[in-house]
């Protein structure tokens, strides 16, 4: 074999074992961890949840390894575009202010949002009813996005969280008048336990695609496409074996995936 063939052969083992490299390296999936039961902590400190269980289903059925990496949901986005994670699973909403900054897989499940308040309020129209009172939100969420072009216009007064929990926190302790958020993490995450007791859904439900987009969908680098893909086929394929079935009903008495 001639110098230059050996260079040649060498050049491409060298791209052959890098390419392997890259495969082999883990998919760093970002996650805000107090969103249940989409995300949370167990006693002893280990992630779990509906956005968990999902991203490992979709990690096996693509079979590659998945580290998981916390972050407040508002810092998720500069943290995948300077590569400290490589994909956002994090109930994160696909929306086209969003879609400037990252590229989005098809949705994973898609519910509306609602208000919560105390117990026996009677509020139809909260754009009209909460004017002067304070409402939560979770910080550079789409609730939040709603909420600062429609609600505070309406003279109502917001107040943004780094955490869900936080927002139910000071929910409980009367600091708050009432939260908007996703309708199944205030149902399941909130109102069920212990401490939503004497709180309630108030008002209509909004699904608006403007503010509140087509579904929760991964989020990953712009111009990603080729993780985005292997993402949408591990979706359509875990829909159609039934694992995405089987995780939700550990969560939900319905169809989350939604229409």
């Given at each position: 074999?001639?110098?230059?063939?050996?260079?040649?052969?060498?050049a491409l083992s060298?791209?052959?074992?890098?390419?392997?490299?890259e495969?082999a390296k883990?998919?760093?999936?970002?996650?805000?961890?107090g969103y249940?039961?989409?995300?949370?902590?167990?006693?002893?400190?280990?992630?779990?949840?509906?956005?968990?269980?999902?991203?490992?289903?979709l990690?096996?059925?693509?079979?590659?390894k998945?580290?998981?990496?916390?972050q407040e949901?508002?810092g998720?986005?500069?943290?995948?575009?300077?590569?400290?994670?490589d994909?956002?699973l994090?109930?994160?909403?696909?929306?086209?202010?969003?879609?400037?900054?990252v590229?989005?897989?098809?949705?994973?499940?898609?519910t509306?949002?609602?208000?919560?308040?105390?117990?026996?309020?009677?509020?139809?129209?909260?754009l009209?009813?909460?004017?002067g009172k304070?409402v939560?939100v979770l910080?550079?969420?789409t609730h939040?996005?709603?909420?600062?072009?429609?609600?505070?216009?309406?003279g109502?007064?917001?107040v943004?969280?780094?955490?869900?929990?936080?927002a139910?926190l000071?929910?409980?302790?009367?600091?708050?008048?009432?939260?908007?958020?996703?309708?199944?993490?205030?149902?399941e995450?909130?109102?069920?336990?212990d401490?939503?007791?004497?709180?309630?859904?108030?008002?209509?439900?909004?699904?608006?695609?403007?503010?509140?987009?087509?579904?929760?969908?991964?989020?990953?680098?712009?111009?990603?496409?080729?993780?985005a893909?292997k993402?949408?086929?591990?979706?359509?394929?875990?829909?159609?074996?039934?694992?995405?079935?089987?995780?939700?009903?550990?969560?939900f008495a319905?169809?989350?995936?939604?229409?």
């Open positions: 074999m001639n110098k230059l063939a050996m260079f040649g052969a060498l060298v791209l052959s074992l890098s390419a392997v490299a495969e883990p998919i760093r999936l970002g996650i805000e961890a249940p039961p989409f995300s949370m902590k167990t006693p002893d400190g280990k992630l779990a949840g509906f956005d968990v269980d999902i991203g490992d289903a990690c096996a059925q693509m079979k590659v998945c580290t998981w990496v916390e949901f508002d998720l986005i500069p943290a995948l575009k300077v590569k400290k994670i994909a956002i994090s109930s994160m909403t696909i929306t086209d202010d969003r879609k400037k900054n590229d989005f897989t098809i949705k994973y499940y898609h509306p949002a609602r208000f919560v308040m105390k117990e026996g309020a009677d509020v139809k129209d909260p009209t009813e909460l004017k304070k939560g910080r550079a969420s939040d996005r709603f909420a600062t072009e429609v609600l505070v216009p309406a109502i007064n917001l943004r969280y780094g955490s869900q929990q936080e139910n000071d929910m409980v302790a009367g600091r708050l008048d009432a939260m908007l958020a996703d309708s199944v993490n205030l149902d995450g909130f109102l069920k336990t401490a939503g007791k004497g709180f309630a859904f108030v008002g209509p439900t909004y699904e608006d695609p403007k503010y509140f987009g087509g579904g929760a969908g991964i989020a990953v680098r712009k111009g990603d496409q080729a993780l893909d993402f949408n086929a591990a979706i359509t394929e875990i829909r159609a074996n039934g694992t995405y079935k089987k995780v939700q009903d550990k969560y319905f169809d989350v995936y939604g229409h």
